[in-house]
Protein backbone atom coordinates (compact mmCIF):
# COMPACT_ATOMS: atom_id res chain seq x y z
CA UNK A 1 0.00 0.00 0.00
CA UNK A 2 1.20 3.33 -0.78
CA UNK A 3 2.51 5.27 2.17
CA UNK A 4 2.37 8.85 0.86
CA UNK A 5 -0.80 10.95 0.76
CA UNK A 6 -1.18 13.96 -1.18
CA UNK A 7 -3.34 16.73 -1.16
CA UNK A 8 -5.36 17.94 -3.03
CA UNK A 9 -5.53 15.30 -5.51
CA UNK A 10 -6.15 17.77 -8.08
CA UNK A 11 -5.49 21.57 -8.21
CA UNK A 12 -6.74 23.97 -11.34
CA UNK A 13 -5.19 27.76 -10.86
CA UNK A 14 -4.50 30.66 -13.50
CA UNK A 15 -0.81 30.77 -15.10
CA UNK A 16 1.22 33.49 -12.41
CA UNK A 17 -0.43 31.85 -9.85
CA UNK A 18 1.34 29.79 -6.96
CA UNK A 19 0.26 26.21 -6.33
CA UNK A 20 0.81 24.51 -3.06
CA UNK A 21 1.05 20.73 -2.51
CA UNK A 22 0.84 18.71 0.66
CA UNK A 23 2.14 14.95 0.96
CA UNK A 24 1.71 13.17 4.36
CA UNK A 25 3.50 9.82 5.01
CA UNK A 26 3.55 7.60 8.05
CA UNK A 27 6.94 6.25 9.02
CA UNK A 28 9.65 7.63 9.91
CA UNK A 29 12.05 8.63 6.36
CA UNK A 30 15.69 9.10 5.67
CA UNK A 31 14.48 11.58 2.95
CA UNK A 32 11.30 12.87 1.22
CA UNK A 33 11.79 13.42 -2.93
CA UNK A 34 9.17 15.42 -5.13
CA UNK A 35 9.08 13.87 -8.40
CA UNK A 36 6.60 15.20 -11.58
CA UNK A 37 5.35 13.43 -14.18
CA UNK A 38 3.49 14.00 -17.72
CA UNK A 39 1.30 12.10 -19.60
CA UNK A 40 1.88 9.04 -17.20
CA UNK A 41 5.14 8.23 -18.03
CA UNK A 42 8.51 8.84 -17.11
CA UNK A 43 8.77 10.64 -13.75
CA UNK A 44 11.45 13.41 -13.48
CA UNK A 45 12.95 14.15 -10.08
CA UNK A 46 12.49 18.12 -8.81
CA UNK A 47 13.82 17.97 -5.06
CA UNK A 48 15.38 16.14 -2.49
CA UNK A 49 15.27 16.91 1.01
CA UNK A 50 17.08 14.95 4.21
CA UNK A 51 15.22 14.39 7.25
CA UNK A 52 17.33 16.86 8.79
CA UNK A 53 16.54 19.56 6.26
CA UNK A 54 13.28 21.87 7.19
CA UNK A 55 13.53 23.67 4.26
CA UNK A 56 14.46 23.87 0.56
CA UNK A 57 14.19 25.96 -2.83
CA UNK A 58 15.08 25.24 -6.53
CA UNK A 59 14.71 27.76 -8.45
CA UNK A 60 10.70 28.27 -8.11
CA UNK A 61 10.09 25.54 -6.20
CA UNK A 62 10.39 25.74 -2.40
CA UNK A 63 9.81 22.30 -0.33
CA UNK A 64 9.10 21.81 3.33
CA UNK A 65 9.24 19.36 5.58
CA UNK A 66 7.82 18.83 9.36
CA UNK A 67 9.12 15.08 10.62
CA UNK A 68 6.98 15.77 13.69
CA UNK A 69 3.89 16.01 11.68
CA UNK A 70 5.07 13.69 9.04
CA UNK A 71 4.82 16.08 6.37
CA UNK A 72 6.01 17.85 3.59
CA UNK A 73 4.45 20.89 1.27
CA UNK A 74 5.97 21.47 -2.53
CA UNK A 75 5.08 25.21 -3.80
CA UNK A 76 5.29 26.25 -7.54
CA UNK A 77 5.29 30.42 -7.63
CA UNK A 78 4.81 32.07 -10.41
CA UNK A 79 3.06 29.06 -12.61
CA UNK A 80 3.12 28.40 -15.87
CA UNK A 81 1.46 26.39 -18.29
CA UNK A 82 4.10 24.29 -18.26
CA UNK A 83 4.17 23.31 -15.03
CA UNK A 84 1.33 21.19 -15.62
CA UNK A 85 1.59 17.30 -14.58
CA UNK A 86 1.02 15.22 -12.09
CA UNK A 87 3.14 15.54 -8.75
CA UNK A 88 4.29 12.95 -6.37
CA UNK A 89 6.11 12.32 -3.04
CA UNK A 90 8.10 9.96 -2.20
CA UNK A 91 10.03 8.58 1.08
CA UNK A 92 12.94 6.30 1.83
CA UNK A 93 11.99 4.71 4.73
CA UNK A 94 14.60 5.15 8.08
CA UNK A 95 14.04 0.98 8.86
CA UNK A 96 12.69 -1.49 7.21
CA UNK A 97 14.03 -1.98 4.09
CA UNK A 98 15.00 -0.30 0.94
CA UNK A 99 11.67 0.52 -1.24
CA UNK A 100 10.80 3.99 -1.92
CA UNK A 101 7.16 4.57 -1.41
CA UNK A 102 5.15 7.06 -3.44
CA UNK A 103 1.80 8.73 -3.04
CA UNK A 104 -1.23 8.86 -5.55
CA UNK A 105 -0.03 12.50 -6.45
CA UNK A 106 -1.29 15.35 -6.82
CA UNK A 107 -2.81 16.80 -10.84
CA UNK A 108 -1.92 20.38 -11.18
CA UNK A 109 -3.59 22.05 -14.02
CA UNK A 110 -2.00 25.38 -15.20
CA UNK A 111 -4.79 27.02 -17.37
CA UNK A 112 -3.03 30.31 -19.70
CA UNK B 1 23.25 6.26 -23.48
CA UNK B 2 22.02 9.56 -21.34
CA UNK B 3 19.19 7.85 -19.45
CA UNK B 4 17.08 5.06 -18.90
CA UNK B 5 15.93 2.97 -21.51
CA UNK B 6 13.40 0.57 -21.47
CA UNK B 7 11.78 -2.06 -24.07
CA UNK B 8 9.48 -3.02 -25.22
CA UNK B 9 7.28 0.72 -24.58
CA UNK B 10 4.32 -1.15 -24.97
CA UNK B 11 3.37 -4.81 -25.09
CA UNK B 12 0.15 -6.78 -25.42
CA UNK B 13 -0.19 -10.37 -24.52
CA UNK B 14 -2.83 -12.71 -23.92
CA UNK B 15 -3.69 -14.00 -20.18
CA UNK B 16 -1.04 -16.77 -19.22
CA UNK B 17 1.21 -15.68 -21.81
CA UNK B 18 4.86 -15.11 -19.93
CA UNK B 19 6.51 -11.58 -20.48
CA UNK B 20 10.14 -10.32 -20.30
CA UNK B 21 10.23 -6.32 -19.68
CA UNK B 22 13.95 -4.93 -20.27
CA UNK B 23 15.52 -1.93 -18.30
CA UNK B 24 18.75 -0.86 -19.22
CA UNK B 25 19.97 1.76 -16.53
CA UNK B 26 22.74 5.02 -16.81
CA UNK B 27 25.91 3.32 -17.53
CA UNK B 28 27.47 3.67 -13.48
CA UNK B 29 24.42 3.49 -11.28
CA UNK B 30 24.86 0.80 -8.82
CA UNK B 31 21.04 1.01 -7.71
CA UNK B 32 17.86 0.18 -9.60
CA UNK B 33 14.00 0.03 -8.71
CA UNK B 34 11.67 -1.52 -10.31
CA UNK B 35 7.91 0.32 -10.14
CA UNK B 36 4.88 -0.46 -11.37
CA UNK B 37 2.07 2.09 -11.99
CA UNK B 38 -1.91 1.65 -12.59
CA UNK B 39 -3.85 4.75 -14.00
CA UNK B 40 -4.39 7.49 -11.29
CA UNK B 41 -2.56 6.24 -8.80
CA UNK B 42 1.67 6.66 -8.07
CA UNK B 43 4.47 3.99 -8.71
CA UNK B 44 4.40 1.47 -6.40
CA UNK B 45 7.41 -0.20 -4.99
CA UNK B 46 8.00 -3.64 -6.56
CA UNK B 47 12.28 -4.28 -6.44
CA UNK B 48 15.02 -3.00 -5.61
CA UNK B 49 18.77 -4.36 -6.85
CA UNK B 50 22.21 -3.12 -5.20
CA UNK B 51 24.50 -4.49 -7.94
CA UNK B 52 23.14 -7.64 -8.87
CA UNK B 53 21.61 -9.08 -5.93
CA UNK B 54 17.73 -8.07 -5.06
CA UNK B 55 18.28 -6.10 -1.59
CA UNK B 56 14.58 -5.52 -1.30
CA UNK B 57 11.65 -8.04 -3.08
CA UNK B 58 9.02 -6.83 -0.61
CA UNK B 59 7.08 -5.25 -3.19
CA UNK B 60 7.06 -8.23 -5.93
CA UNK B 61 2.63 -9.16 -5.45
CA UNK B 62 3.09 -12.87 -5.87
CA UNK B 63 5.84 -15.58 -7.20
CA UNK B 64 5.19 -15.24 -11.02
CA UNK B 65 6.74 -11.80 -10.84
CA UNK B 66 10.85 -12.23 -11.00
CA UNK B 67 13.68 -9.93 -11.98
CA UNK B 68 17.31 -10.31 -12.22
CA UNK B 69 20.23 -8.52 -12.91
CA UNK B 70 23.08 -10.64 -13.93
CA UNK B 71 25.81 -8.63 -14.38
CA UNK B 72 24.86 -5.14 -12.28
CA UNK B 73 23.48 -3.78 -15.22
CA UNK B 74 20.93 -4.45 -17.40
CA UNK B 75 17.39 -6.09 -15.82
CA UNK B 76 14.65 -8.08 -16.68
CA UNK B 77 11.39 -8.25 -15.11
CA UNK B 78 9.80 -11.39 -15.81
CA UNK B 79 5.87 -12.06 -15.43
CA UNK B 80 4.85 -15.56 -15.71
CA UNK B 81 1.13 -16.28 -16.40
CA UNK B 82 0.03 -13.21 -16.83
CA UNK B 83 -3.79 -12.14 -15.64
CA UNK B 84 -5.29 -8.64 -16.80
CA UNK B 85 -4.86 -7.23 -13.15
CA UNK B 86 -1.02 -7.37 -14.06
CA UNK B 87 -1.94 -4.55 -16.66
CA UNK B 88 0.16 -1.09 -15.85
CA UNK B 89 2.67 1.08 -16.92
CA UNK B 90 6.17 -0.70 -15.39
CA UNK B 91 8.80 1.74 -14.60
CA UNK B 92 12.28 1.34 -14.12
CA UNK B 93 14.51 3.42 -12.16
CA UNK B 94 18.58 3.54 -11.19
CA UNK B 95 20.30 5.87 -8.92
CA UNK B 96 23.79 6.47 -8.59
CA UNK B 97 24.41 4.31 -5.23
CA UNK B 98 21.30 3.24 -3.47
CA UNK B 99 20.57 1.60 -0.13
CA UNK B 100 20.45 3.54 3.42
CA UNK B 101 21.96 6.96 4.14
CA UNK B 102 22.00 7.59 -0.05
CA UNK B 103 20.74 10.83 -1.03
CA UNK B 104 20.84 10.08 -4.98
CA UNK B 105 17.95 11.46 -6.94
CA UNK B 106 16.56 8.43 -8.58
CA UNK B 107 15.87 8.85 -12.35
CA UNK B 108 13.20 6.96 -13.99
CA UNK B 109 12.96 5.58 -17.59
CA UNK B 110 9.78 6.03 -19.91
CA UNK B 111 7.92 2.86 -18.78
CA UNK B 112 6.53 -0.25 -20.70
CA UNK B 113 2.91 -0.27 -20.85
CA UNK B 114 1.48 -3.94 -20.29
CA UNK B 115 -1.75 -4.51 -21.37
CA UNK B 116 -3.05 -7.91 -20.73
CA UNK B 117 -6.13 -8.94 -22.72
Known amino acids: SQQGEEDPQALSIQEGENATMNCSYK?????LQWYRQNSGRGLVHLIL?????REKHSGRLRVTLDTSKKSSSLLITASRAADTASYFC????????????FGAGTRLFVKA | GAGVSQTPSNKVTEKGKYVELRCDPI?????LYWYRQSLGQGPEFLIY????????DSGLPNDRFFAVRPEGSVSTLKIQRTERGDSAVYLC???????????????FGPGTRLTVL
Open chain 2, 93 to 107: ASSLIGGKGSYNEQF
Open chain 1, 90 to 101: ATDALTGGFKTI
Open chain 2, 27 to 31: SGHTA
Open chain 2, 49 to 56: FQGTGAAD
Open chain 1, 49 to 53: IRSNE
Open chain 1, 27 to 31: TSINN
